[in-house]
């Protein structure tokens, strides 16, 4: 049969929708674009990213590579979908009509998309800055309806994204349970003699057994000198006795990630006092950093306060410069939400409800990586972590 009869069949046969919120919830997100489009004057809004598609409709696919879109208007959202994932659109989604276009054959989705949108207004918003947005989409949608507005329309969303529901933090918490469990799992395996990549499958296992989907970011476990180049990964290394081995995990449930950093030592001899003197900075920077994140300080406030807290060693380590930035439903390929950053010139403000991992990594390079984090709610005074790191350098060897 061909995608449409398949979802046809799927219609007739199918008792519910795989649902991760009520429709409440969903109603919620909604009336909240509703609004923010008409505060900037747009008929509808072309959505293209994955996550931001799965946060209106639900729907949800582990295949992000290929074009999907979301034409949205006020009481009217379309759903265009490649045809080999006509079955999770149909399963998934809450939407008013499915496009689907042959898989092999991209250049299909322009015709039924126009056609769509030229039914939602004159006005319409793009998210150029998004990742998921091709040009090829774009130049296609303006030769086929020339009288129409293409307005600039990023961040519409992530600025309602960013401020989460009831809902949507008590899957961060279920998230960040899972997330412990890997972290632990993670710290009982290193070992002298043991690859990062055995460790990496230890925090693996413990994350997926107790029941995370299919991660944003897989684990990430490096140790020694690896450990201080930023965004290097397990491949197959032995642990050396006295290695600091950096651990970044993050359990996905419902789509929603609490990401969480720690750092162990190979062996059991004593702690190097060097890294013991990173690890206590990177609490101090995370204690400085939760006080700061106060509903109506902003972002560039709270972390001009954490860049204090270490100011006197800046030279010594490398520092990414974002103290924080937001996490929610993702895809991969990453976990970051990307609708906000504690970081330097951030004029944005704390609202409660708010979600930030962490990221307090500090690398030494030619020597070692030292960090610890949390993901953390904002409330009405201050952080208060969502995750439970174990703030504490130990040494680790079976």
Known sequence: MDFTTYEKRLRETLTARETAFTDAEYDRRCQALDRRLAEAGLDALLITQPADIYYLTGYNTFEVSVHTALAYA????????????????????????ILGYRWEDPREVLDPLADALAGMGQRIGLDYWGGGLRSGIVLGLQQRLPDHEWVD????????RRIKSNEEIACLEQS????????????????PGVTDSEVAAAAANAMLAAGSEFMSMQPIV????RSGVIHTNHRRFPIQAGDSVFLELG???????APMMHTVVA????????MQRWADICRRV??????????????????????????????????????????GAQFPPSWVEGSGFIAAGQQDRFEENMVFHLPLCFR??????????????????GGQPLTRNHWQLASQAH
Request: aromatic residues 10%; hydrophobic residues 35%.
């Open 74 to 97: 006020p009481g009217r959202a379309v759903l265009q979908v490649p045809s080999i994932e006509t079955g999770p659109a149909v399963a998934t989604s809450r939407c008013d009509s």
């Open 153 to 160: 329309g990023s961040g519409l969303l992530g600025r309602i």
């Open 222 to 225: 490096v140790a020694g000198r």
């Open 364 to 381: 030494i390079p030619g020597k070692w990586g030292m960090a610890f984090s949390e993901t953390v709610c904002v409330g009405a005074e």
């Open 267 to 274: 062996g059991d001899n004593p702690i190097d006092s060097n």
């Open 176 to 191: 960040a349970r899972m997330t412990e469990a890997g972290i632990r799992s993670a710290r009982e395996a290193v070992s």
């Open 286 to 327: 995370y204690e400085t950093l939760v006080e700061a994140m106060v509903p109506g300080n902003t972002f560039d406030d709270a972390a001009r306060r954490a860049a204090d807290a270490w100011q006197r060693y800046t030279d010594e380590a490398f520092f990414s410069g974002v103290y924080g930035y937001t996490v």
């Open 251 to 257: 359990s996905t449930y419902q789509r929603y990630t």
